[in-house]
């Protein structure tokens, strides 16, 4: 019934040519447009995601964004949850779609996360993002409760320092073939083990870098699908679940427990079973948190001898964070979701980047984003739509 | 072009009914919630229990605590803490703790910054 006719992703990095997130967001909806052959007039709702009015210093931030694209007339929302509010938006588009009251949705997801605050501000404003009057008054940062989490999934699963370090080293290799990620670093697995240890076991180099950056997509209902956007890939099933927002409060603290229903919650939707994906964009904001969405999100019996097989790697058999993920493409936090969609879309239809673009294109892909930590997860499936 | 902007915000912050937790944090003291319904216990305090009541009631912890993981770098001492006679366990700040100590109990904190602080518990300091 939806369907992505458009899609793109600007470069992801720290902007140093005097743009601004308004720029990125007009060039990444212009382009969307353009691969959907649609006209600006046939949007009937734009939804923008971006996390926090403190890194744009812009209250309803889509009532200018509609006027900087000439979109008027129309509905124009703004959707956050956290680092999740991209796939959320995404979610919103969809079901915007499925009442019927909506024939094209723009998705618009942009966040100005380096250049306009300076780093230690943004992780401030990060720890605000948690419980602000547990988490948020404690001054804990987000490594250090990912660092907890892992922990406790560590040693439950024997996953180890080599595993995160390993994981790095794909996910960045990966980001060297995408022209449009922020860390395009080949790492050695020394200088990794090495690396500043910010909150143990997470060192510098196990972190996602804080990036600009803005992605969209077009959601098209299927009765008014440009003839020239046949291909397009359709999204089959959204889900989204929350857990406790205080870590301790939960009975798995190193599990991301509100991402299996997320994805039961999608499955069902879509009609499929998790290991029918083919291939993934998951949400690593630090390395240990993508094994951790791999297991919760069921896309493996056994994620560790899978991993260390390589079948998450760009020529495994099933391709996890082709684009490098957080880790290597870079983190504008409210683009994140909506660039994972965007991706998958274009790996679906076969219009990724060369060197990643995989020849045989799997029927199913899953975007999974969240928010806090796994606490408000949102996850996508898109079915191929190109035979 | 840049333009440098400066934003100052000054909040007037209330807590509401979790202004017991929040006062217990400055003074040192582990304020939690025990559900009416099955009695289980929060800390931090949960409004809703996990048996989905809304019923509670404010009681005060010894304040100890057993560390269940830590973790230590640039960005500061954090562990997850269980306070006795909670039923969850916290995310703490660590003041002074060596690597292999795993008791602690609650200290008082900065008054304009209520967090939540764990120091040893050392012979003498009990
Ligand atoms: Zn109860």
Redesign the pocket.
């Known amino acids: 019934m939806t369907f992505v006719t458009g899609y793109n992703l600007t470069q992801f990095n720290r902007r140093k040519d005097g743009s601004s997130f308004r720029d990125w967001v007009s060039e990444t909806f212009e382009s969307s447009l353009e691969t959907s052959s649609l006209d600006r007039r046939d949007i009937d709702t734009l939804i923008v995601s971006s996390e926090s009015d403190f890194f744009t210093l812009q209250l309803n931030p889509a009532s200018v964004i509609a006027d900087d694209l000439g979109l008027f007339n129309i509905e124009a929302l703004r959707v956050e949850g956290g680092g999740a509010s991209g796939q959320l938006a995404v979610h919103a588009g969809v079901k915007s779609i499925l009442s019927g009251a909506s024939k094209h949705v723009a998705i618009i997801g942009f966040d100005p996360s380096a250049s306009q605050l300076p780093s230690e501000t943004i992780k401030k404003l990060y720890s605000y993002s948690f419980d602000a009057w547990t988490d948020g008054m404690n001054g804990v940062s987000a490594t250090a409760l990912y660092a907890l989490s892992i922990q406790i999934f560590m040693s439950e699963t024997g996953l180890n320092e080599y595993d995160l370090a390993n994981l790095t080293i794909n996910n960045r290799e990966n980001a060297c073939l995408n022209p449009g990620a922020h860390l395009k670093i080949n790492h050695s697995q020394d200088e990794i083990l090495n690396s500043t240890i910010i909150s143990s076991p997470y060192r510098r180099l196990h972190c996602s870098p804080l990036s600009d950056g803005a992605a969209s997509i077009i959601l098209s209902h299927k009765n008014y699908i440009p003839s020239k956007r046949k291909t397009a890939p359709e999204v089959i099933g959204i889900g989204s679940a929350n857990d406790r927002v205080n870590l301790g409060a939960r009975l798995e603290m190193g599990e991301f427990n509100s991402k299996t229903i997320s994805m039961k919650n999608a499955c069902k939707m879509a009609d499929i079973k998790p290991s029918e994906i083919g291939l993934a964009e998951l949400y690593d904001a630090y390395a240990g948190a993508e094994f951790q969405a791999i297991k919760a999100l069921g896309l493996s019996s056994n994620f560790l001898k899978d991993f260390r097989n390589r079948r998450f790697h760009k020529e495994g058999e099933m391709p996890i964070n082709l684009s490098g993920g957080l880790m290597g493409q870079g983190a504008p936090v409210g683009a994140t979701g909506v660039g994972q969609t965007a991706t998958c879309s274009m790996l679906l239809e076969g219009e990724y980047h060369d060197e990643l673009q995989i020849n045989n294109i799997p029927k199913y892909a899953l975007a999974d984003t969240h928010g806090g930590i796994g606490t408000t997860s949102a996850t996508s499936i898109l079915e191929s739509n190109i035979n | 072009m840049i333009i440098k902007q400066k934003l100052d915000l000054n909040y007037t912050l209330s807590f509401g009914k979790m202004t017991r937790w929040v006062s217990g944090l400055l003074e040192g003291k582990a304020i939690a919630l025990k559900?009416s319904?099955?009695e289980?216990s929060s800390f931090p305090p949960q409004r809703i229990?996990?048996?989905s009541?809304s019923k509670n009631e404010w009681f005060e912890l010894s304040g100890k605590a057993n560390i269940l993981v830590k973790t230590s770098g640039v960005d500061g001492d954090f562990a997850i803490a269980k306070f006795e006679g909670s039923d969850n366990s916290a995310v703490v700040r660590l003041k002074g703790f060596k690597i292999d100590e795993m008791n602690g109990k609650i200290s008082s904190c900065d008054p304009s910054k209520p967090s939540l602080n764990l120091i040893p518990i050392k012979s003498g300091n009990e």
């Open positions: 559900c319904q099955c289980k229990c996990d048996c009541s």
